[in-house]
């Protein structure tokens, strides 16, 4: 079993930065063999796949709306994921949820990952 929670939101403005760190308590293997994924969900709108990094090489992939502004990493001895967000945009508004899937080939969509945080709130203000 896999517990993520995430932290680092808040309300900023239009061009500001925002680190979100997701950190996983796990029951069972490792961290590292899990694929982890950030996605978000505005309000009214379906959850939408950010980017993430892949559990063996640590492959990185992005949404286009973000490519260029944001970043992943993770750190395996500190089961922690992190999502660099610059230049942010008031369209980037949305609660943001962290993801596992294990052994994962790092999926673009939500019913893919069976594991979730429980989300953090992110505004931008223009």
């Known amino acids: 079993q896999v517990q993520l929670v995430e932290s680092g939101g808040g309300l900023v403005q239009a061009g500001d930065s925002l680190r979100l760190s997701c950190v996983a308590s796990?029951?069972?293997?490792?961290?590292?063999?899990?694929?982890m994924a950030w996605f978000r969900q505005a309000p009214g709108k379906e959850r939408e796949f950010v980017g993430g990094?892949?559990?063996?090489?640590?492959?990185?992939y992005f949404a286009d709306f973000v490519k260029g502004r944001f970043t992943i990493s993770r750190d395996n001895a500190k089961n922690t994921v992190n999502l660099q967000m610059n230049s942010l945009k008031p369209e980037d508004t949305a609660i943001y949820y962290c993801?596992?899937?294990?052994?994962?080939?790092?999926?673009?969509?939500?019913?893919?990952?069976?594991?979730w945080g429980q989300g953090t709130q992110v505004t931008v203000a223009s």
């Open positions: 993801a596992a899937d294990l052994y994962g080939s790092l999926a673009r969509v939500p019913n893919e990952y069976k594991y």
């Open positions: 796990v029951s069972e293997r490792t961290f590292s063999v899990y694929t």
């Open positions: 990094i892949t559990w063996s090489a640590g492959r990185t």
